[in-house]
């Protein structure tokens, strides 16, 4: 079993009086939760407490969705070019200051310093994207049969829109729901995860001073997520919700925006298969693969949870899978050379446990890895060793389940009929991936993949300029791109006698 390493080094944070932040914005006004209640925000790495935040009640979030749906008149009868130029003006701050959001995005939520600052450019992109949509909303005409008659096509802005965001990529996922709705006219109230909320109160700043005019975003910070989502989807003010979160919590917000026909876009979770195919270079695709799998530690939704490699070169495939991430660091994300970080919480490390003890009881075997790590400094912090199994099978937890971890479970095939049946056993149709150096077989297989997104030979697959988004349990509707500007626009119909 190839040794991890762990970093030891005394750069780790120390523990110094928590601030208490006002982290309530409505109407342009910073302020405490009127109850006066907080909650903690603890750095994963460490389990210290490094601020309070306002832990806002009901009272709040209809505060937050009023003052929303009074400034969306004006905020919508202002230019596409005055939207434009508030969002490109927020993209060139939250460059300014990417090395700052950075290091906070690291003791909130654990990832590396250079993946955070990596999530920051993206963030920033989502941005500069939307700022330059802002000017393409284009309308139509429509030739009629009367010769007295013309259509024209419009679009305009959904309304007020109510965001959950989720704390796995705590500023860049805020910019993509955010962005394009300022962009398409529409005002928005924000809940950011209980886990992350300080990365959105620095988001907000950026916007505010960018010169977002006060109601058009409303950030509410609480601890009871069950509470904001009852009020977007029952609240008659707000027009449409977007979520990215889990698939059990999106289908609760679907099934409350249904009762009252809002629009509804959600990001939910993902399984995504990585299949190898015999021609593929097994080396090429082990480091490919050891690279996405530790995206954020295992912990993004298009990281692939089910590795499917034909037997013919299953084993060099492994062998070099397994070096790559055992050379990796695993420790605090502000230490030099750390490449892995922490999981978010305790409950992420006992699933890690539970997936690893059901796979090995099942017949797996655990090349490398396989365990919480507790080795010095280590033991305060929420983290599991890098992991390879192999000898994965259908019946085991981690062939069903997404793991939404650092677990790489192996899978031989011989087919490929079979291997692409494999790949779509499951509900989950966000990301997947093919190696092959056969274009033709690779097309084939991109088409029978029921995935809304296919990388070939390429394990960034996304972009602020493409349409990032699943099929079945992964969700509904597409987020970047021009799919995920029309998400927050209505069409609407001139029909003039002329």
């Not at 110094?16 to 409505?26: H, K, L, Q």
């Not at 909650?39 to 994963?44: I, K, L």
């Not at 995860?193 to 990365?199: G, N, R």
Request: charged content about 20%.
């Amino acid at each position: 079993m190839t040794e991890v390493h762990a970093a030891v080094s005394e750069a780790t944070p120390v523990a110094t009086e928590v601030p208490v932040v006002a982290s309530i914005f409505i109407n342009g006004t910073w302020s405490p939760a009127r109850a006066q209640r907080t909650f903690s925000v603890t750095d994963p790495s460490s389990g210290e407490s490094i601020a309070s935040v306002s832990d806002a009640g009901v009272e709040e979030i209809r505060s937050a969705i009023d003052a929303a749906h009074d400034a969306l008149d004006a905020w919508g009868a202002r230019t596409a070019y005055e939207r434009s130029a508030i969002l490109y003006r927020a993209h060139q701050l939250m460059l300014d200051r990417a090395d700052e959001l950075a290091t906070l995005m690291t003791r909130e939520q654990g990832k590396p310093l250079r993946a955070a600052r990596t999530e920051v450019q993206y963030a920033a992109d989502f941005l500069i994207w939307f700022a330059e949509e802002a000017k393409r909303i284009y309308g139509r005409t429509i030739p009629s049969a009367r010769a007295d008659q013309r259509f024209v096509v419009q679009h305009q802005p959904v309304g007020v829109v109510g965001a959950v965001t989720p704390w796995n990529y705590p500023i860049s996922m805020i910019t993509r729901k955010i962005a394009p709705a300022l962009a398409a006219g529409c005002t928005v109230v924000l809940k950011p995860a209980e886990a992350t909320p300080l990365c959105a109160v620095e988001v907000f700043r950026i916007l505010e001073e960018a010169g977002v005019p006060p109601g058009v975003m409303n950030l509410v910070t609480t601890s009871d997520p069950r509470m904001v989502g009852e009020e977007f989807t029952s609240n008659e003010k707000v027009a449409k919700v977007t979520f990215t979160g889990s698939t059990a919590v999106g289908r609760k917000l679907a099934e409350g925006a249904g009762r009252s026909l809002k629009r509804i876009s959600l990001e939910l979770g993902g399984h995504a298969p990585f299949i190898v195919f015999s021609d593929a270079d097994p080396v090429h695709a082990a480091k490919g693969a050891a690279a996405i799998k530790m995206l954020n530690t295992g912990q993004a939704c298009i990281v692939p949870n089910r590795y499917f490699v034909h037997s013919s070169i299953v084993d060099e495939f492994c062998d070099v899978l397994t070096s790559r991430l055992g050379r990796m660091t695993v420790g605090h994300g502000l230490q030099d050379g750390v490449s892995v970080g922490p999981l978010i919480n305790e409950a992420a490390v006992e699933r890690m446990e539970r997936h690893v003890a059901d796979a090995v009881n099942h017949g797996a075997k655990v090349r490398l890895g396989g365990h919480r790590l507790t080795e010095g400094e280590l033991a305060a912090g929420n983290f599991f060793a890098p992991t390879v199994l192999s000898g994965v099978t259908p019946d085991m937890l981690i062939y069903r389940e997404e793991t939404f971890g650092p677990i790489a479970p192996v899978i031989v095939f011989d087919d490929d009929d079979d291997v692409i049946a494999m790949a779509n056993d499951t509900s989950y149709g966000l990301a997947s991936y093919i190696y092959s150096r056969d274009i033709s077989r690779a097309m084939r297989t991109a088409e029978r993949l029921k995935f809304g997104m296919v990388g070939v030979n390429d394990i960034n697959p996304t972009s602020a300029a493409a349409p990032f988004g699943g099929v079945g349990d992964s969700g509904l509707g597409r987020e970047g791109a021009q799919e995920g500007l029309l998400e927050y626009l209505e069409t609407r119909l001139l029909g003039i006698s002329v």
